[in-house]
């Protein structure tokens, strides 16, 4: 199980990716792909982290967790979830999106 430690979770959500189109073949269709920088506490599989954006929120689980590999800031990770339903989240570099633990 992967898990990113940096008190409760917070995150500033940079980008969004459709896992669909970066992992072809495998079984990512209906899943998101958030890339992330933890500010604050943990995210872990399994966890439920509330998405807000563009005046909505959406909780959801994390179903996968990334390791990026920037080692120049190891907090960025990039968190599989699925599609949230009542938040519309655009693929690619987003602004004034943060996930919070729930």
């Not at 970066?22 to 899943?31: E, K």
């Not at 943990?42 to 998405?51: E, I, N, P």
């Not at 339903?85 to 729930?102: C, D």
Request: charged share 20%; glycine share 12%; hydrophobic share 40%.
């Amino acid at each position: 199980m992967s898990e990113i430690t940096s008190g409760k979770a917070t995150a500033i959500v940079f980008r969004c990716v459709d896992l669909a189109n970066v992992l072809p073949g495998s079984s990512p269709r209906g899943r998101l792909g958030f890339d992330v920088r933890v500010t604050t506490g943990t995210l872990s599989v399994g966890q439920r982290v509330k998405v807000l954006g563009s005046g909505s929120q959406e909780e959801i689980e994390i179903i996968g967790i990334e390791v990026l590999g920037d080692r120049h800031d190891p907090h960025v990770v990039r968190v599989h979830c699925t599609k949230p339903q009542a938040v519309v989240v655009r693929t690619g570099s987003i602004e004034g999106w943060t996930m919070v633990e729930a």
